[in-house]
């Protein structure tokens, strides 16, 4: 077996740390909890540097050298000091700004400006010059720290006069709430106005409350909670309707008839957001075969190729964004148009070069772009090597719209919702209301009798295929926002897009919106029961066997251009 | 019929002549078995130029046993049944004396037998799961003690986890290795309710649901954690959808046994900052061998920028293990170099010893680190001593008394229970 370290203390930290803090006359309450908190502290110090220094300065020099489990306890002691700046040191320490000077040991608060570091001594707040980097080595933070580092900071901000960030403040020490940071809460909301403040630190104090030794205090503490929809609030109430953890039958009853209705609750919202997934996932479909509808449904085509498209589509947005790095947003905007662009040039040369001399002969046409995807992967290979770029999120595209506690989009995947329906609008436009569409249309029905027109039947397949093309470029662009930009990227959405294609019905673009949102929400709902693997298996299996009964898809084409198919 | 006689005549005067020269030449072939096209490309093609560049650096020494390496490297196309082809073209047609190469343990299983039935020599620098042990193969990776394991005790004592989401992609290394992890954490008390095992298929891009089922079984008021041995591209959009989904290290770290430097050079790092890899090597950590490595990488791929990781140093241990054997024995041949291989040390890149054992595992330091914004990692933990590694897994039922030696037994999973060899 492997040996371990004792390199991180066993020890409730969070509790000494917050000790610290809570340096003033406790409440009754709260005097078990500081009895085992001096405890580990005692413990604390014989376990870390023999002579644990308590002066500020002490302690900051002291963190130069620390290793990371001995940094620890060196917060606490920092925090012990009281000094005035140990706010500006922990801001800098979270945020790595925290570095020792390698020469002599002294630590710094440091800004960036180039290769230099402009320096700010933490003893005394002063600015100490400006010296290379190379100088200086960084005092790192891990997660535990960082979690530490962010409630203490949070600490400092409950005397904040804005009312939010006393409320981010709170919610920041409820992360993890123990005895110690709501016996600081409890001194807040004696003096605390704002009633969102209030209300928060209610929630965190019910929490509390409901392991008091009142049963009185318990039951009012649950009907507190009852109204709130988080699952840890749901799991703290089934521990409480068991006979062996609450012995009043009062309680039992109220953390029963509470978590009934929050489970209600949370189901109603679990299952709005798999519809959203269901509804996400769909769009993406949909966005990738949309633009395979037109070279296949309409066209007749079997592109593929058209996952290759997509991925030209995706490279165009790094490439665009490499050029302006600094307009995140402007940049995946434009690369909307010049995916199209790129993509749509890229279809229609392979239209004019290889597949025009293969209309009708299906087997061929297959093969010639199969080779034609692989041929493109490749050279995006030898271009960009065969590592995978990265495509920056706008910050309006991420994180995500926390609706309540139980329900939460994420924006991009909202946006992808949109934008898909706007494309499908777009192409229906095109389709429906311009002679372009009108030629489409005409030539796709009946090529003999669109020729006799005076339809030059070529030009539109050309510029059918680079419609399709290019649309496929513009989904390209929306998967760059979720998965990898690498040659691969057209592969894993191919057989998914013919899929949705024929599901939906040959030559029906609506057939291919209702088939891509129909197949992404059946997959989503199948994937919390049997598992992703087993969901993806059972789609297709759904589609082969609906394509034995149905063999135009969704939405059949109807009249005399489809016995032509 | 006369023509068909003085053909094979000449055919055999050929063969024995082109024998000959292969003799009195003088450079020593290796094999490069790495793919170079396909999905695997953006792995292996790193690790073929690592065996390249460790070539050349060994020919500027003056080569091995007085005679220039030559480099022999063939494209399997992240083909699994191209490997066995591949494979044999190296070893009947080139004649190589060793090959370095494989990836994935699918690749491995396929050109096992090729190499068996050919008594060749292949050094596999890749993690994976255990459960083999083969005299033909030297393993330079992780076997699961040496990476998954540790991983998990980290988790364990040092961050209280209590509940474990075991993610992976659905194929040979994580089914395997999520059973020893499973079988461990039971092993160590934690019920069946607390672990929840999930896998995708390869690929998988759509981690919406996934996601936000870790979120709501991490929210029940006990420490979680993820483990993941999610495979390759999946990865991106994985920690993407957490990102988005606001789940942070902070409060449900995730530890993956498949993420290193070269897979975070490709992408938007963000939302990963904080969360945890293990590995046995990392391009940050600071030791003399490992500076004069990285420079001698970017010089050699010419590219300042460029990362290294833990592959390429297992690479590197392969590559000096088989040198250090060859210049033992006095010969390339296989059967000899197989027999002086295991006792041999050579140093590795993090400043301590890898030592190649009777079961053809390697000794290895594990480290855990945290991935920083810049891509590299910053090492928060890591084990005292070089761990060595077990072919044979001590937590699965079927696997648990097995042993392998090659030294001692001449045998790769000799049953302690049963006194016998099962090959």
Known sequence: MIPLPPFFMRLPLRRCLLAAIVAVSLPLQADDAVAPAADAAAETTAEAAPAAPTAYPDVIRALGTASLSERTALLEALLATKNPNTAAVLTAWLEDHLHVRDADGAVFITAEAEANYQLTDPLTMATAGSEPAEGFTKIGSNNNLRKLLRSALASFKLGNPDAAVRLAAVQEMLRAPDELTLTMLREQAKTEQDPAVLKAIAAGQAYADLTSDSADTRLAAVNVLSGALDGETLAKLEALREEANEPDERVRSAASVAISSIALKRKFFSAIETLFFGLSLGSVLVLAAIGLAITFGVMGVINMAHGELMMIGAYTAYVVQQLMPTHLAASILISIPAAFVVSGLVGIAIERGVVRFLYGRPLETLLATFGISLFLQQLVRSIFSPLNRSVATPEFMSGQWVINDALSLTWNRLYIVVFTMVVFAALQLILRRTSLGLKVRAVSQNRAMARSMGINSDRVDAITFGLGSGIAGVAGVALSQLTNVGPNLGQSYIIDSFMVVVFGGVGNLWGTVIGGMTLGVAGKLLEPAVGAVMAKIAMLVFIILFIQRRKQGLFPQKGRAAEGH | ?423
């Open chain 2, 1 to 423: 019929m006369k023509m068909n006689l003085i053909k094979t005549a000449l055919l055999a005067t050929a063969a024995a002549l082109s024998f000959s020269a292969q003799a009195a030449d003088d450079t020593i072939k290796v094999g490069v078995l790495h793919s170079l096209s396909g999905t695997m490309a953006i792995s292996e093609t790193t690790l073929k130029d690592t065996v390249l560049m460790l070539i050349e650096e060994q020919n500027k020494k003056g080569g091995v046993l007085g005679k220039k390496l030559e480099a022999v490297v063939v494209d399997p196309a992240s083909n699994w049944p191209l490997f066995a082809e591949k494979a044999s073209e190296l070893i009947d047609k080139n004649k190589v004396s060793v090959v370095f190469g494989c990836w994935t343990s699918v690749s491995r299983k396929s050109v096992l037998p090729v190499f068996e039935k050919s008594n060749s020599l292949l050094f596999y620098p890749v993690q994976y799961e255990g459960e083999e042990s083969s005299k033909n193969v030297i393993y330079t990776g992780a076997a699961p003690n040496q990476q998954a394991i540790p991983a998990v005790d980290y988790l364990m004592k040092d961050l209280k986890v209590k509940r474990w989401v075991l993610e992976g992609t659905d194929y040979v290394y994580p089914r395997t290795t999520n059973k020893i992890l499973e079988a461990y954490l039971k092993a160590k008390g934690v019920k069946a309710e607390d672990i929840i095992v999930n896998y995708t298929p390869f690929g998988f891009s759509d981690w919406q649901s996934e996601v936000s089922k870790i979120k709501a079984f991490g929210s029940a008021g006990k420490k979680t954690a993820v483990v993941s041995t999610i495979n390759g591209d999946a990865n991106v959009p994985f920690y993407k959808e957490l990102g988005n989904q606001k789940i942070s290290a902070e409060d449900i770290p995730v530890v993956a046994f498949s993420v290193g430097e070269e897979e975070l050079s490709g992408i938007d790092t963000k939302p990963l900052v904080g969360h945890l890899a293990a590995w046995n090597y990392f391009e940050s950590v600071k030791s003399p061998a490992n500076t004069a490595f990285i420079k001698a990488w970017q010089t050699y791929i010419k590219n300042p920028k460029r990362t290294t990781n833990d592959p390429m140093e297992a690479t590197y241990i392969g590559f000096n293990l088989w040198v250090k054997a060859v210049e033992k024995a006095g010969t390339t041949d296989t059967t000899k170099v197989i027999d002086t291989l295991p006792g041999l040390e050579v140093p590795n890149l993090t400043g301590g010893t890898a030592k190649l054992l009777p079961n053809h595992h390697i000794t290895k330091p594990v480290y855990i680190g945290e991935i920083k914004e810049d891509g590299q990692f910053e090492t928060v933990w890591q084990t005292k001593a070089e761990v060595p590694g077990d072919a044979w897994s001590d937590f699965l039922d079927g696997s648990k008394d097995l042993e392998s030696d090659w030294v001692a037994l001449k045998c790769g999973n000799y049953n302690t229970k049963l006194k016998k060899c099962s090959n």
